[in-house]
C-alpha cells in the first residue's frame, strides 16, 4: 500500500509538471506533434522542455555563430520510438551547410600546428609588405602549375620568426584542397619526439603516411634537437622517397639553406659532413629557396 501510495504521488507530481509545461506554447506545439498520450509524454516533461528550448532558439537564429543551443550546430530531437521516446542531437541545416562548405578541410592534415592554420586562405594574406611579393608570387605559381600537373618543386621558405611562413604555406595546400589534392604539415620537432616514442613497436602509421602523402610541408625544420637517428634514418628516409616519388616537399624555417646544413652537421667528422650535405641536395632537389623577412605577425 505504502508503494502503491508513493506511486500515485509520483504520478501526480508528473501530471502537474506536464500541465504547467503545456502554458509554454513552444512545448505544447512540440508534443502535439508527438503520437503519445499524455500519460506517456509526461514522463519526460523536462526533457521535452529542453527540446522544445532547443527548437525555438532554432526558429529565431541568424547565424552558425549565434546558435544557443548546449551544442553549436546541433539541435536537441525527440523520436517516438516503440511507444516511447528516444533523445539525440541532431545537425541544424547550418551546421549540415557549413560542413559542406568546409568538407574539403579533411584533405589537409595537420600535426601539432596551430589551429588557425587550418583556416588559412589567400584570401586572407597581408599583401601591405613588398618584401612578400616574391614569396606570394611563388606560391601562387605553384598554385597554377599544381593543379595541372602533379609534379613540381615544393618552397624551402625560411625567414624570421613570426613572419607567418607556415600561414603562407598552409593557405596553398588548403586552397588546392578544394580540388581534392590531400597534403599534410607536420611540425618537425614534435613529429620526430612521436615517432621515437613509437620506435619499440617500429615506424607507425603516421609516419608511413607522411612518406607518402601527395603534398608535405615539413615546418620549422631545424628547431629540432637533431640526432644521427632522426636525421639520417627519419629525415632522410622521408626526403629520398618523396624524390624516388615525385612528391612535392615544402620546408619552412628559421635558418637559411646555409645555416641549415651547419645544423645537419652534427660533429666536424668527414663523414659527417658527407652525411648532412646528403640532407641537402635532397632539400635542394625538392624544392627552391625563397627568403621571407619582415614584420613578426604571429597570426596573419
Known sequence: MEKLKLKNQDNNLLKVNFSKALDNSSFKELVSTLDLPNDVLMKYTS????VSKECEN???CKSLLSCKNNMKGYCYKAKVINDGLNFSYIKCNKKIEMDKKNEYLKNVYYYEIPTNLKNASFKNIYKDDAKRIEVIKAI??????????????????????????????????????????????IYFPEFLRKIKASFKDGYNELFDNIMNISLLCIDDLGAENL???????????ILQHRMDNKLPTFFT??????????????NN????????????????YLSDEVILIGANRREE
Open 140 to 185: 601562387k605559381n605553384f598554385y597554377d602549375n599544381y593543379k595541372k600537373d602533379n609534379y613540381c618543386k615544393g618552397i624551402y621558405l625560411d625567414g624570421n620568426f613570426g613572419s607567418g611562413k607556415s600561414y603562407l604555406i598552409a593557405a596553398l595546400f588548403n586552397e588546392l584542397a578544394k580540388y581534392n589534392k590531400q597534403s599534410a604539415i
Open 227 to 237: 640526432t644521427e637517428w632522426a636525421r639520417d634514418e627519419i629525415l632522410g628516409s
Open 58 to 60: 532554432c526558429k529565431n
Open 47 to 50: 526533457k521535452l522542455l529542453e
Open 253 to 266: 624555417s628559421n635558418l637559411n639553406l646555409k645555416e641549415l646544413e651547419s645544423h645537419l652537421q652534427i
Open 269 to 284: 667528422s668527414s663523414s659527417d659532413i658527407i652525411k648532412a650535405r646528403r640532407i641537402m641536395e635532397r632539400i635542394k
